[in-house]
């Protein structure tokens, strides 16, 4: 019944800029917190960055300074603002959602694909 989903992502010249959206609908439970994970090939998936429903914001060391989550709460929504992107930034990125209830597990998006190229 929950769905959520990413868009935005593509290919970029390094040191160019993306901007991500994930939209999360049809379901009844309220989202506390809500960010972006990346995965590239072989690798595990990381945290890229996080926000509360009150703006707390967590980003991984590796995007601090260039990359700025924020979030749409009325609309369920998070952006994810990429800029100075490196070719190391290449990865899927996913959206995660996480209910107030704990007893739900996290939601999660089908992931949208950044190539950045040297």
């Known amino acids: 019944q929950v769905q959520v989903v990413e868009s935005g992502g593509g290919l970029v010249q390094a040191g160019g800029s993306l901007r991500l959206s994930c939209v999360a609908s049809g379901g009844t439970f309220r989202l506390i917190d809500m960010g972006w994970y990346r995965q590239a090939p072989g690798k595990q998936r990381d945290l890229v960055a996080t926000?509360?429903?009150?703006?707390?914001?967590i980003y991984a060391d590796s995007v601090k300074g260039r990359f700025t989550i924020s979030r749409d709460n009325a609309k369920n929504t998070v952006y994810l603002q990429m800029n100075s992107l490196k070719p190391e930034d290449t990865a899927v990125y996913y959206c995660n959602a996480r209910p107030y209830l704990a007893i739900v597990s996290d939601y999660w998006g089908q992931g949208t694909q950044v190539t950045v190229s040297s």
């Open positions: 926000i509360s429903r009150r703006g707390n914001i």
